[in-house]
Protein backbone atom coordinates (compact mmCIF):
# COMPACT_ATOMS: atom_id res chain seq x y z
CA UNK A 1 0.00 0.00 0.00
CA UNK A 2 2.47 2.28 0.74
CA UNK A 3 4.40 1.67 -2.44
CA UNK A 4 1.43 2.33 -4.27
CA UNK A 5 1.23 5.93 -2.28
CA UNK A 6 4.74 6.76 -2.97
CA UNK A 7 3.84 5.75 -7.00
CA UNK A 8 0.76 8.20 -6.99
CA UNK A 9 2.51 10.57 -5.20
CA UNK A 10 5.51 10.72 -7.48
CA UNK A 11 3.15 11.28 -10.93
CA UNK A 12 1.35 13.99 -9.00
CA UNK A 13 5.11 15.64 -8.34
CA UNK A 14 5.45 14.81 -11.94
CA UNK A 15 3.16 16.72 -13.55
CA UNK A 16 3.32 19.58 -11.26
CA UNK A 17 7.12 19.49 -12.59
CA UNK A 18 5.66 19.62 -16.03
CA UNK A 19 3.92 22.87 -15.49
CA UNK A 20 6.93 24.83 -13.53
CA UNK A 21 8.96 23.67 -16.50
CA UNK A 22 6.53 24.56 -19.32
CA UNK A 23 6.16 28.06 -17.58
CA UNK A 24 9.06 29.03 -16.08
CA UNK A 25 11.82 26.87 -17.58
CA UNK A 26 13.41 28.08 -20.39
CA UNK A 27 12.96 25.01 -22.85
CA UNK A 28 15.64 23.17 -25.17
CA UNK A 29 14.82 21.98 -28.20
CA UNK A 30 15.62 18.61 -30.24
CA UNK A 31 16.34 19.81 -33.46
CA UNK A 32 18.36 23.00 -34.29
CA UNK A 33 15.93 26.07 -34.93
CA UNK A 34 14.70 26.08 -38.50
CA UNK A 35 17.34 27.93 -40.81
CA UNK A 36 16.80 30.83 -43.43
CA UNK A 37 18.96 32.88 -46.00
CA UNK A 38 20.21 36.21 -44.51
CA UNK A 39 18.24 39.22 -44.71
CA UNK A 40 18.10 43.10 -44.28
CA UNK A 41 17.10 44.65 -40.65
CA UNK A 42 12.83 44.89 -40.14
CA UNK A 43 11.89 47.65 -40.08
CA UNK A 44 10.46 48.90 -36.50
CA UNK A 45 6.81 48.19 -37.07
CA UNK A 46 7.22 45.22 -39.28
CA UNK A 47 10.08 43.75 -35.97
CA UNK A 48 6.81 44.20 -33.78
CA UNK A 49 4.36 42.91 -35.57
CA UNK A 50 6.61 39.59 -35.77
CA UNK A 51 7.29 39.99 -32.10
CA UNK A 52 3.62 40.06 -31.64
CA UNK A 53 2.85 36.75 -33.70
CA UNK A 54 5.72 34.91 -32.51
CA UNK A 55 4.25 36.19 -28.99
CA UNK A 56 0.59 34.54 -30.22
CA UNK A 57 2.64 30.93 -31.53
CA UNK A 58 4.63 31.10 -28.46
CA UNK A 59 1.21 31.27 -26.27
CA UNK A 60 0.16 28.60 -28.65
CA UNK A 61 2.77 25.74 -28.06
CA UNK A 62 2.22 26.56 -23.75
CA UNK A 63 -1.30 25.45 -24.17
CA UNK A 64 0.04 22.68 -27.06
CA UNK A 65 1.67 21.06 -23.87
CA UNK A 66 -0.99 21.45 -21.17
CA UNK A 67 -3.84 20.15 -23.98
CA UNK A 68 -1.86 16.78 -24.28
CA UNK A 69 -0.62 16.11 -21.09
CA UNK A 70 -4.07 16.88 -19.30
CA UNK A 71 -5.21 14.38 -21.98
CA UNK A 72 -2.26 11.66 -21.60
CA UNK A 73 -3.30 11.75 -17.86
CA UNK A 74 -7.06 10.52 -18.70
CA UNK A 75 -6.44 8.66 -21.60
CA UNK A 76 -7.36 4.60 -21.54
CA UNK A 77 -5.28 2.84 -24.34
CA UNK A 78 -1.10 3.00 -23.11
CA UNK A 79 -0.78 3.74 -27.15
CA UNK A 80 -2.82 6.90 -27.07
CA UNK A 81 -0.97 7.90 -23.70
CA UNK A 82 1.93 7.33 -25.54
CA UNK A 83 1.32 9.26 -28.59
CA UNK A 84 0.34 12.55 -26.29
CA UNK A 85 3.76 11.83 -24.80
CA UNK A 86 5.47 11.83 -27.72
CA UNK A 87 3.45 14.69 -29.47
CA UNK A 88 4.23 17.03 -26.32
CA UNK A 89 7.78 15.83 -26.98
CA UNK A 90 7.62 17.12 -30.41
CA UNK A 91 5.85 20.06 -29.64
CA UNK A 92 8.72 21.29 -27.14
CA UNK A 93 10.49 22.24 -30.23
CA UNK A 94 8.12 24.40 -31.56
CA UNK A 95 8.08 26.61 -27.82
CA UNK A 96 11.73 26.93 -27.66
CA UNK A 97 11.77 28.46 -31.26
CA UNK A 98 9.25 30.59 -30.85
CA UNK A 99 10.53 31.67 -27.27
CA UNK A 100 14.26 31.84 -29.23
CA UNK A 101 12.63 34.21 -32.00
CA UNK A 102 10.67 35.82 -29.91
CA UNK A 103 14.01 37.05 -28.00
CA UNK A 104 15.68 38.23 -31.21
CA UNK A 105 12.64 40.56 -31.98
CA UNK A 106 13.03 41.91 -28.39
CA UNK A 107 9.64 40.52 -27.77
CA UNK A 108 8.11 39.16 -24.46
CA UNK A 109 6.29 36.02 -23.44
CA UNK A 110 2.40 36.37 -22.86
CA UNK A 111 1.64 37.27 -19.38
CA UNK A 112 -1.58 35.74 -19.73
CA UNK A 113 0.56 32.13 -20.36
CA UNK A 114 -0.51 30.22 -16.71
CA UNK A 115 -4.45 31.44 -17.60
CA UNK A 116 -3.73 29.57 -21.12
CA UNK A 117 -1.93 26.83 -19.84
CA UNK A 118 -4.46 25.88 -17.06
CA UNK A 119 -7.51 26.25 -18.88
CA UNK A 120 -6.06 23.94 -21.34
CA UNK A 121 -4.75 21.80 -19.29
CA UNK A 122 -8.54 21.16 -17.88
CA UNK A 123 -10.12 21.00 -21.50
CA UNK A 124 -7.34 18.53 -22.25
CA UNK A 125 -8.65 15.75 -19.13
CA UNK A 126 -11.76 16.54 -20.43
CA UNK A 127 -11.31 15.22 -23.54
CA UNK A 128 -9.42 12.36 -22.42
CA UNK A 129 -12.58 11.99 -19.89
CA UNK A 130 -14.91 11.27 -23.07
CA UNK A 131 -12.93 8.56 -24.38
CA UNK A 132 -9.60 7.76 -26.28
CA UNK A 133 -11.47 8.36 -29.89
CA UNK A 134 -13.18 11.57 -28.80
CA UNK A 135 -9.73 12.45 -27.40
CA UNK A 136 -7.79 11.86 -30.53
CA UNK A 137 -10.71 13.39 -32.76
CA UNK A 138 -9.82 16.49 -30.29
CA UNK A 139 -6.34 16.75 -31.35
CA UNK A 140 -6.88 16.07 -35.47
CA UNK A 141 -9.22 19.65 -34.78
CA UNK A 142 -6.79 21.37 -33.41
CA UNK A 143 -4.26 20.78 -35.17
CA UNK A 144 -6.46 21.17 -38.16
CA UNK A 145 -7.56 24.97 -36.98
CA UNK A 146 -3.63 25.86 -35.82
CA UNK A 147 -2.41 24.98 -39.38
CA UNK A 148 -4.91 27.35 -40.66
CA UNK A 149 -3.74 29.92 -37.32
CA UNK A 150 -0.17 29.67 -38.93
CA UNK A 151 -0.92 29.86 -42.12
CA UNK A 152 -2.71 33.20 -41.33
CA UNK A 153 0.48 34.50 -39.68
CA UNK A 154 2.79 33.22 -42.42
CA UNK A 155 0.77 35.95 -44.63
CA UNK A 156 1.14 38.58 -42.50
CA UNK A 157 4.71 38.22 -41.50
CA UNK A 158 6.96 40.97 -43.70
CA UNK A 159 9.17 39.33 -46.70
CA UNK A 160 11.99 40.55 -44.85
CA UNK A 161 11.36 38.00 -42.06
CA UNK A 162 12.89 35.21 -43.78
CA UNK A 163 13.64 33.68 -39.40
CA UNK A 164 9.98 33.36 -38.95
CA UNK A 165 9.03 32.54 -41.66
CA UNK A 166 11.06 29.36 -41.85
CA UNK A 167 10.00 28.66 -38.06
CA UNK A 168 6.61 28.57 -38.63
CA UNK A 169 6.95 26.48 -42.09
CA UNK A 170 8.76 23.97 -40.46
CA UNK A 171 5.54 24.15 -37.54
CA UNK A 172 2.68 23.43 -40.28
CA UNK A 173 4.44 20.97 -41.60
CA UNK A 174 4.83 19.33 -38.19
CA UNK A 175 0.95 20.14 -36.88
CA UNK A 176 -0.15 18.40 -40.58
CA UNK A 177 1.70 15.15 -38.91
CA UNK A 178 0.16 15.34 -35.91
CA UNK A 179 -3.24 16.01 -36.88
CA UNK A 180 -2.82 12.79 -39.67
CA UNK A 181 -1.31 10.77 -36.83
CA UNK A 182 -3.90 11.38 -34.53
CA UNK A 183 -6.33 10.53 -37.16
CA UNK A 184 -4.64 7.45 -38.05
CA UNK A 185 -5.21 6.21 -34.71
CA UNK A 186 -8.98 6.37 -34.68
CA UNK A 187 -9.93 9.98 -33.87
CA UNK A 188 -13.55 10.79 -34.57
CA UNK A 189 -14.98 13.82 -35.99
CA UNK A 190 -15.94 16.27 -33.41
CA UNK A 191 -19.76 17.52 -33.42
CA UNK A 192 -19.66 21.30 -34.72
CA UNK A 193 -20.53 23.03 -30.96
CA UNK A 194 -17.51 22.00 -30.14
CA UNK A 195 -15.76 22.61 -33.13
CA UNK A 196 -17.16 26.09 -32.46
CA UNK A 197 -16.03 26.34 -29.09
CA UNK A 198 -12.92 25.24 -29.96
CA UNK A 199 -12.57 27.84 -32.74
CA UNK A 200 -13.58 30.69 -30.22
CA UNK A 201 -10.97 29.67 -27.25
CA UNK A 202 -8.38 30.27 -29.53
CA UNK A 203 -9.56 33.44 -31.25
CA UNK A 204 -9.41 34.50 -27.36
CA UNK A 205 -6.06 33.23 -26.99
CA UNK A 206 -4.76 34.53 -30.23
CA UNK A 207 -6.54 38.58 -29.41
CA UNK A 208 -5.20 38.32 -25.51
CA UNK A 209 -1.51 37.00 -26.20
CA UNK A 210 -0.87 39.40 -29.64
CA UNK A 211 -1.19 42.32 -27.03
CA UNK A 212 -0.70 41.41 -23.56
Known amino acids: MNARRF ?43 SA ?5 NHSGEVAAQALYQGQALTARDPLVKSAMHQAAAEEIDHLAWCEQRLKELKGQTSLLNPLWYFGSLALGAFAGILGDRAS ?24 MDLR ?29 PITWAMRATSTLMTRGSYWI
Do not use: C, N, W, Y
Open 7 to 49: DHLDRVIGEIDKIIKTLSVPPRASRDIPDAPAAGDLAEADRLE
Open 52 to 56: RLMRV
Open 136 to 159: LGFIAETEKQVESHLRDHLARLSV
Open 164 to 192: SRAILEQMTHDEVQHGAKAASLGGKALPF
